[in-house]
């Protein structure tokens, strides 16, 4: 059964901290990885990784996916309490279906 | 340049009652979701439609049934609703090449009491 493993799933900082949230799969005919951010409605779309090693960045955070480790990590440096959110990753196939994982709760506290 | 439309934003039900959720995107796009999502879960797919015409159940789709006669629509029906669907929903599309994965519409909050 495919499945999408994510850690920590609650994690609490002050900030200006950085933090580095996990995502890990087990999926069959894997074709891409993304990464959400949910804050109070619908998640809107961080990263969409395909490949492995290239790092995608975009202003404080960045991601990376490692098909070997079958895993992906998603950073945040110098977090704002704006940042506060679950954060969602997730699998695609090439059957086009997605699996979801159980998301990272990030609270940064000011 | 819509995007996800979800209707409505929020619902009480009863048990027992039955009820559509409306979900049209007007990107053209040929994948289209239903996700429900509960408190401290991640997404669970209900039903996923690749085109006009065709329809699959994903994980979770005891109690709902789905339709998509056009590619701008995929409503989703509950037909008895019971306390156990009390969840947010969220309809999504997908290109199929597009770059930037999904497009979620913004939820509808159902209650089943």
């Known amino acids: 059964e495919d499945k999408v493993v994510q850690s920590p799933l609650s994690l609490v900082v002050h900030e200006g901290d950085t933090v580095t949230l996990n995502c890990s799969y087990e999926?069959?005919?894997?074709?891409?990885l993304l990464w959400y951010k949910q804050e109070k409605k619908a998640p809107t779309f961080l990263f969409m990784l395909t490949s492995s090693g290239i790092e995608k960045k975009s202003g404080r955070l960045s991601s990376i996916l490692d098909k070997k480790e079958l895993s992906s990590i998603l950073n945040i440096t110098a977090t704002q309490t704006g940042d506060s959110a679950i954060y969602l990753c997730?699998?695609?196939?090439?059957?086009?279906?997605?699996?979801f994982g159980p998301g990272t709760r990030l609270s940064v506290l000011p | 340049n819509a995007g996800v439309t979800q209707t409505p934003k929020f619902r009480i039900l009863k048990i027992g009652q039955s009820m559509t959720l409306q979900c049209t995107q007007d990107m053209n796009h040929n994948y289209m979701y239903w996700y429900r999502q509960d408190p401290g879960m991640g997404l669970k797919l209900i039903y996923y439609?690749?085109?006009?015409?065709?329809?699959d159940k994903g994980e979770v789709p005891n109690g709902y049934n789905v339709s998509r006669s056009t590619t701008e629509d995929f409503p989703l029906r509950l037909e008895l609703a019971a306390p156990s669907q009390t969840s947010v929903y969220f309809c999504a599309s997908y290109s199929g090449g597009s770059n930037y994965g999904y497009t979620f519409g913004s939820g509808t909050r159902l209650t089943v009491v």
């Open positions: 439609s690749v085109g006009a015409g065709i329809t």
């Open positions: 999926v069959t005919n894997f074709r891409s």
């Open positions: 997730a699998v695609v196939n090439y059957g086009q279906n997605f699996v």
